[in-house]
C-alpha cells in the first residue's frame, strides 16, 4: 500500500470548517483511500473513504485531486467531541497501513 | 446492532504467562483482522482471517503469538511466554466480505506484561 504523509497536529475552532490534509504521491489506480479517527483510549472510527470521486457522508467529505495524489477530510462543523487522532489511509489489499496520524484538537 | 466486542478490556499478567484475548465480529461478517497499537503510534496489522482460516498472518511478530477462529465467527489471540515488550492495545475488526470491504473495530483489549 502507498505512503501517507500527514501533519501531526492540528487545531480548529468550535463551530468552524476542519480540513485535514493528506499526501499520498504513490498511490495506484486501484488503491482507495480511507479515513479513520480514533478518540482517546478508543478504537478506531471509519469516516469515509473513495477511490477518485468526493464522497461525502453523515460525518465528513472526501476531497480527493484529480491526480489522486492527496486528498483532503473536511469536518464541515467541527464540535469538541471531534477532537481525535485521524488516520489517512490508502489500501489496495485487505490489511490497512496505519501512519501517525494528524492529532486534531478542537477549541471552544 | 451490536459492534465489535473484546473482552477482557483491560489483562494485567506477568512476564512469561500465557494470555487469551477474545474477539466477537459483528454478526455475519466474515473477515476478521487483529492489529496491535503500541503507545503513541498507529494499529499494526497482525492477522486477518477469512472464515476459518488464516488469509494473511505476516503481521504476527513471532511465533509466540498464534490466532485461531475455528467456527468462523469469535476469534481468539494466543500470546505464550508473554514479555514486556508485548505490552499494547490489541485490536481487533471485521468486515462484511473479506478483502477491501470496510473494516470496523472494537474498542481493543489492553495489555500490560509486568
Known amino acids: 500500500d502507498a505512503k501517507t504523509t500527514q501533519p501531526p497536529s492540528m487545531d480548529c475552532a468550535e463551530g468552524r470548517a476542519a480540513n485535514l490534509p493528506c499526501n499520498h504521491s504513490?498511490?495506484?489506480?486501484?488503491?482507495?483511500v480511507y479515513w479513520y479517527r480514533q478518540i482517546h483510549s478508543q478504537g478506531p472510527q471509519y469516516i469515509i473513504h473513495?477511490?477518485?470521486n468526493n464522497e461525502t457522508n453523515e460525518m465528513a467529505s472526501l476531497i480527493i485531486t484529480e491526480d489522486r495524489k492527496s486528498s483532503t477530510l473536511i469536518l464541515p462543523h467541527a464540535t469538541l467531541r471531534d477532537t481525535a487522532v485521524y488516520y489517512c489511509i490508502v489500501r489496495g489489499g485487505s490489511r490497512l497501513t496505519f501512519g501517525e496520524g494528524t492529532q486534531l484538537t478542537v477549541n471552544p | 446492532g451490536a459492534g465489535v466486542s473484546q473482552t477482557p478490556s483491560n489483562k494485567v499478567t506477568e512476564k512469561g504467562k500465557y494470555v487469551e484475548l477474545r474477539c466477537d465480529p459483528i454478526?455475519?461478517?466474515?473477515?476478521l483482522y487483529w492489529y496491535r497499537q503500541s503507545l503513541g503510534q498507529g494499529p499494526e496489522f497482525l492477522i486477518y482471517?477469512?472464515?476459518?482460516?488464516?488469509?494473511?498472518d505476516s503481521g504476527l511478530p513471532n511465533d509466540r503469538f498464534f490466532a485461531v477462529r475455528p467456527e468462523g465467527s469469535v476469534s481468539t489471540l494466543k500470546i505464550q511466554r508473554t514479555e514486556r515488550g508485548d505490552s499494547a492495545v490489541y485490536l481487533c475488526a471485521s468486515s462484511l466480505d473479506p478483502g477491501t470491504d470496510t473494516q470496523y473495530f472494537g474498542p481493543g483489549t489492553r495489555l500490560t506484561v509486568l
Open positions: 454478526s455475519g461478517h466474515t473477515a
Open positions: 504513490t498511490i495506484s489506480g486501484n488503491e482507495y
Open positions: 473513495g477511490l477518485k
Open positions: 482471517f477469512q472464515g476459518t482460516g488464516a488469509a494473511d
